[in-house]
């Protein structure tokens, strides 16, 4: 029992979790470390395991498992690699340097996807100055962003809440809007909340928005300053390819948007 044993190490990476699967998923070939078979495949948790059948590892061990796992929590992406093993004997040291050639790898695979990936993730952002209360604006996208389409009823044709309760983090609340001369749809999470920074994030799940785009997170923030109020829309995106745009007319949307919250503030 003294020569079989488990070595665990975990690292975070920036890049897209999703993909570094899938180089081991479909093209290990791109990331080699012995002459392997792979031994399992597990979808949802993101995790393949090769188990060694040749090369230099077998000098001093008799069986050796590699399990590599990627766990997606929020913006992180936590690898973790497992190393099953026996060795051939009590001199054998535990494959510590192994384990930091493969955290190499990793870190070398990082860099490589975020070099390419670098033209299709972007961040735009555009501010309005509104006459009406901002209190009451963060407001109704924190409590009641579903009153939006009486609001904006030639952009917004119904907000519902599929799951949760109205201005909590983890709701999903799905949008019918009418944009680019189309009715499209949309499904988001509510992402984040901040009160003091009267702040909201919504990170889309599904819908139109994903015929273009890998990812999308939308941002709206009140800044009162005096009797002003500045309005900041952020969007962290990744494009699905090259060929697609950025989304200025997206943005352009929700600031016709809040003009019609404004117009509809004031007049009530």
């Known amino acids: 029992m003294a020569l079989?044993?488990?070595?665990?190490?975990?690292?975070?990476?920036?890049?897209?979790?999703?993909?570094?699967?899938?180089i081991f998923r479909q093209r290990p070939h791109q990331a080699k470390v012995a002459k392997e078979v792979i031994d399992a495949i597990d979808?949802?948790?993101?995790?393949?395991?090769?188990?060694?059948?040749?090369?230099?590892?077998?000098?001093t061990f008799k069986s050796f498992l590699i399990t590599v796992q990627v766990d997606t929590k929020g913006d992180e992406n936590i690898v973790t690699w497992t190393f099953s093993y026996e060795k051939l004997n009590?001199?054998?040291?535990?494959?510590?340097?192994?384990?930091?050639?493969?955290?190499?790898?990793?870190?070398?695979?990082?860099?490589?996807?975020?070099?390419?990936?670098?033209?299709?993730?972007?961040?735009l952002t555009k501010q309005v100055t509104i006459k009406s209360d901002g209190d009451v604006f963060h407001e109704i996208f924190r409590q009641r962003p579903h009153q939006v389409s009486e609001m904006s009823p030639d952009?917004?044709?119904?907000v519902g809440l599929?799951?949760?309760?109205?201005?909590?983090?983890?709701?999903?609340?799905?949008?019918?809007?009418?944009?680019?001369?189309?009715?499209?749809?949309?499904?988001?999470?509510?992402?984040?909340?901040?009160?003091?920074?009267k702040l909201m994030s919504f990170k889309v799940t599904g819908g139109d928005i994903f015929d273009t785009f890998?990812?999308?997170?939308?941002?709206?923030?009140?800044?009162?300053?005096?009797?002003?109020?500045?309005?900041?829309?952020?969007?962290?995106?990744?494009?699905?390819n090259e060929?697609?745009?950025?989304?200025?007319?997206?943005?352009?949307?929700?600031?016709n948007i809040t003009k019609d919250m404004e117009n509809h503030q004031l007049a009530n």
């Open 4 to 22: 079989s044993g488990t070595l665990v190490k975990q690292v975070t990476i920036k890049s897209d979790g999703d993909v570094f699967h899938e």
């Open 43 to 59: 979808e949802e948790k993101k995790l393949v395991s090769f188990k060694v059948i040749g090369g230099d590892i077998f000098d």
């Open 90 to 123: 009590e001199n054998v040291e535990d494959p510590n340097n192994l384990m930091d050639f493969v955290i190499n790898i990793t870190k070398d695979m990082e860099k490589h996807q975020l070099t390419n990936d670098i033209p299709l993730r972007g961040s």
């Open 155 to 158: 952009n917004i044709q119904g």
């Open 162 to 197: 599929d799951d949760g309760e109205w201005g909590t983090v983890g709701s999903v609340i799905v949008l019918n809007y009418f944009h680019d001369g189309k009715a499209k749809v949309a499904k988001e999470v509510i992402d984040a909340i901040d009160e003091e920074k």
């Open 214 to 240: 890998k990812s999308f997170l939308i941002t709206v923030q009140v800044d009162t300053k005096g009797d002003e109020n500045i309005v900041t829309w952020t969007f962290n995106y990744e494009k699905l």
């Open 243 to 255: 060929n697609v745009e950025d989304p200025n007319s997206l943005m352009d949307f929700v600031i």
